[in-house]
């Protein structure tokens, strides 16, 4: 049984002042809670149906997670899903140090304001395919923690670490050491341009693009080719999920092994 | 003034079988409304704000398109929308023929219990980036029409067309005459395969992937190859419109253009 200020306090959560607050975020789901419990979060309480927990009992003794049985009508006032899934976690949002010295030693990926909570979580889970395992994100980037992105990420963001920091300030002391390059609408074509395995992928606004002021640190503005006859009309641009994923395929291409 | 007939129609069309029986659809926000007046769709009714009806009389004069104007707390109540935004257009579904010989002559997509509203507009639109003019769906795919597709297409629905089939019915019609491509997870590096330009890429659902009845008609099971080391844990999978965008990228870099 829940009381009222367990149900406040995890609602709450939807909300990233809270988030930040309680140092907590919400991830929902059989599928991603049970991908979650194997990675390296800290889980605060598990809030489950009888059914779910007791396949799952073992794994929760083993990593002493702590968990509340709830039925259908507590799940549905604690989640923030259209269609509640059994169960609900709350997890302990992990501390996270800057990373140094990591440029030009792996394939970096800079986000400057990506706003739809799906494509960020789309990115999240696109870059862990690939291998990237650092993310520079722009202080008004949409929080990581954000409910949507948790489960748009699909469980990466267990692996994929994302920072918020001043996207300007990091390429001023990055841009002459190491290949910087940028997701642009008229830019070089990506087959086209030399390509620095280790450098920095930047990608812009949904609606925008690339803000103006970082413009002077981008090496290479990139383009992906698309395919219309010169008077033809076609899609105006490409979702920034689906463009910073052929980035990362094509930069990773030449080394990709399935294994 | 809207009429409560007139409310309860246009929220009725939030819903497939209103859209099927009035064969009509939902778009909203400036920016998609002001696309599709500019497409070959015609317009039932456009319900918008005294501003945006004062930016776009000529247009709305020009095409003979009808119009009401609306305040705030009535376009709140039509639309589909979290954050309503000055326009709503109720637009008349297109009456589309089955084409005909157009397998072997120009790359196709064919996509499998496609459920993710999100996921489908994408798809959509980076077809049209990618000059892909047909789709075929499985019947049990998302309806190419609801709100969420029409919006995250982002105007695309009206240059591609979307078609709903039996798959298996039309694989065995084609797969004699045309290379038909799969999406896998272990299947062969997409780098490894023979592309015919013109052939057929099939997409799976989000969870389960291609059905397995579709499995004998594919010629190639394609996979996007991931970066990680062979004991490194990485994503599961990519999401379905990331797969199906690299695909159509890795079938049209050959002959792609940037104009």
Same mark, same amino acid.
């Not at 605060?44 to 997670?65: S, T, V």
């Given at each position: 049984?829940?009381?009222?200020?367990?149900?406040?306090?995890?609602?709450?959560?939807?909300?990233?002042?809270?988030?930040?607050?309680?140092?907590?975020f919400?991830?929902?789901? @059989? $599928?991603? *809670?049970?991908?979650?419990? /194997? %990675?390296?979060?800290?889980?605060?309480?598990? #809030?489950?149906?009888? !059914?779910? =927990?007791?396949?799952?009992?073992?794994?929760?003794?083993?990593?002493?997670?702590?968990f509340?049985?709830?039925?259908?009508?507590?799940?549905?006032?604690?989640?923030?899903?259209?269609?509640p899934?059994?169960?609900?976690?709350?997890?302990?949002?992990?501390?996270?140090?800057?990373?140094?010295?990591?440029?030009?030693?792996?394939?970096?990926?800079?986000?400057?304001?990506?706003?739809?909570?799906g494509?960020?979580?789309?990115?999240?889970?696109t870059?862990?395919?690939f291998?990237?395992?650092?993310?520079?994100?722009?202080?008004?980037?949409?929080?990581?923690?954000? @409910? $949507?992105? *948790?489960?748009?990420?699909? /469980? %990466?963001?267990?692996?994929?670490?994302?920072? #918020?920091?001043?996207? !300007?300030? =990091?390429?001023?002391?990055?841009?002459?050491?190491?290949?910087?390059?940028?997701?642009?609408?008229n830019?070089?074509?990506?087959?086209?341009?030399?390509?620095q395995?280790?450098?920095?992928?930047?990608?812009?606004?949904?609606?925008?693009?690339?803000?103006?002021?970082?413009?002077?640190y981008?090496?290479?503005?990139?383009?992906i080719?698309?395919?219309?006859?010169?008077?033809?009309?076609?899609?105006?641009?490409?979702?920034?999920?689906?463009?910073?994923?052929?980035?990362c395929?094509?930069?990773?291409?030449?080394?990709?092994?399935?294994s």
């Amino acid at each position: 049984m829940l009381t009222q200020n367990q149900i406040k306090h995890i609602r709450s959560l939807q909300q990233k002042k809270f988030r930040d607050e309680y140092k907590q975020f919400l991830a929902e789901g @059989p $599928k991603l *809670v049970e991908e979650l419990i /194997g %990675s390296k979060f800290s889980f605060d309480c598990i #809030y489950a149906k009888k !059914e779910w =927990l007791a396949d799952n009992a073992a794994r929760l003794q083993a990593k002493e997670i702590q968990f509340i049985e709830i039925n259908s009508k507590e799940l549905e006032r604690i989640s923030g899903l259209i269609a509640p899934n059994v169960v609900l976690a709350v997890i302990n949002t992990p501390e996270k140090s800057f990373p140094e010295n990591i440029f030009g030693k792996e394939l970096i990926l800079v986000l400057d304001q990506i706003k739809d909570p799906g494509n960020m979580g789309t990115i999240i889970r696109t870059a862990d395919w690939f291998g990237i395992n650092h993310i520079f994100c722009s202080e008004n980037t949409v929080d990581v923690f954000n @409910p $949507k992105v *948790v489960q748009s990420s699909m /469980g %990466s963001i267990s692996r994929v670490n994302v920072y #918020y920091t001043g996207i !300007e300030k =990091l390429l001023t002391g990055i841009h002459t050491k190491v290949s910087i390059y940028g997701a642009y609408m008229n830019g070089e074509n990506i087959h086209d341009i030399p390509v620095q395995p280790n450098g920095v992928i930047v990608i812009g606004n949904e609606s925008s693009g690339i803000s103006t002021e970082l413009k002077q640190y981008i090496h290479h503005k990139v383009s992906i080719p698309y395919f219309r006859g010169p008077n033809e009309r076609g899609a105006e641009s490409l979702n920034a999920s689906i463009a910073s994923a052929i980035m990362c395929y094509e930069f990773r291409k030449k080394t990709a092994h399935v294994s």
